[in-house]
């Protein structure tokens, strides 16, 4: 079932900054959103709020958050892609391009939005948000979730859908009528996720390593879609 826009798009006020004020709060949900954040713990009303693992909060990334980003993209990235073998091509790309450094940019960057899935133990995934993007495919806005990832153990826990649903949400609030994404047209489990949750294939790509590319399909959500 796809999220709805209209109930995603009306809690965190001003905490994302110019053009994101928006959250998402649902009847019954266990999806919630720092109201703001202390050292990168959640903190609500002066509260800290304590999560075990399987309770995770969604809260705003803070560049304490840098390296632990990192090295989610890399254990994510090569689960997914690479499964038969490391080489050196791939590895050199994963240790490149996911650095602490690297996510300290994105976060300083007025066109990004981080949102971050924290239990106890610490970050289970992330949604990246990034408007000012063009999209390869026509009739796309120019907003897109740059990047959903969940750590592999936590795959199948929701974590996804709440990142996702937090990460259109954020899409929604800069006003954009859609939002679109890329996912690798081979991997069936993402793509399967993506339609189940209200996307619709609109176009294809290519994703860039060096001299390789790799075929990805172009993925758009319509806010206020039935």
Not at 28 to 40: E, K, Y
Not at 67 to 79: F, G, R
Not at 114 to 129: C, E, H, K, M, P
């Amino acid at each position: 079932m796809a999220p709805s826009a209209a109930a995603a798009a009306h809690s965190v006020a001003g905490h994302l900054g110019a053009g994101w004020s928006t959250g998402l709060s649902k009847p019954g949900s266990r999806l919630r959103i720092c109201m703001a954040t202390v050292g990168g713990r959640c903190w609500n009303d002066g509260k800290r709020q304590d999560n075990g693992v399987g309770a995770q909060m969604v809260r705003p990334a803070v560049t304490g958050d840098a390296t632990s980003l990192a090295a989610l993209s890399i254990e994510v990235w090569l689960n997914t892609y690479i499964r038969n073998g490391v080489n050196a091509f791939f590895a050199d790309y994963a240790l490149a391009q996911y650095t602490g450094a690297y996510f300290g940019e994105v976060l300083s960057n007025s066109a990004e939005r981080i949102l971050v899935s924290d239990n106890a133990q610490g970050i289970d995934g992330f949604v990246r948000v990034t408007t000012g993007a063009a999209a390869p495919a026509p009739g796309c806005s120019d907003v897109t979730i740059a990047t959903l990832y969940v750590q592999p153990r936590h795959q199948g826990s929701g974590v996804g859908k709440r990142l996702l649903e937090a990460g259109l949400a954020c899409c929604a609030a800069t006003g954009r009528p859609d939002a679109w994404l890329t996912v690798n047209a081979e991997n069936e489990r993402a793509i399967r996720f993506y339609l189940n949750h209200g996307f619709q294939q609109v176009g294809d790509t290519h994703f860039h390593i060096g001299d390789q590319a790799y075929p990805n399909h172009v993925m758009r959500f319509v806010f206020g879609a039935s």
